[in-house]
């Protein structure tokens, strides 16, 4: 089984997002996720390209006043993109997003050695 098998969770702060690594790198994020409107004030942000999402309806207000939903599945560069747009903040994505049934970080399956 590969890490792009598996179902991935990443929950920062109130903010509940699913998503899988692809084979060539890239990390898919779930139609349905949330994201933080907001994360630390003193944590650097890509704002670029969660502005883009916002523009693009991809990331519309959620009910609850605090986070952001994802309307459609949506592809990043890299799973820490999609962690930092999710937090909204620099994130490092292999060591934040969990699998939901070992509760292995992907960078526990991203790692050779691991693979045994």
């Known amino acids: 089984?590969?890490?792009?098998?598996?179902?991935?969770?990443?929950?920062?702060?109130?903010?509940?997002a699913y998503g899988r690594p692809l084979p060539d790198g890239r990390f898919l994020v779930r139609e349905g996720s949330t994201a933080m409107r907001s994360g630390s004030p003193l944590v650097?942000?890509?704002?670029?390209?969660?502005?883009a999402l916002l523009r693009k309806g991809v990331l519309v207000p959620d009910s609850d006043a605090r986070l952001y939903r994802f309307t459609q599945d949506h592809v990043f560069g890299s799973s820490s993109k999609a962690a930092g747009v999710?937090?909204?903040?620099?994130?490092?994505?292999?060591?934040l997003w969990i699998d939901v049934k070992s509760g292995k970080s992907l960078k526990h399956f991203l790692t050779p050695s691991s693979q045994s």
């Open 1 to 16: 089984m590969t890490a792009s098998d598996l179902i991935f969770v990443f929950r920062p702060q109130v903010a509940q």
């Open 86 to 95: 999710v937090k909204d903040g620099n994130a490092s994505g292999p060591q």
């Open 44 to 51: 650097k942000r890509d704002l670029p390209d969660r502005d």
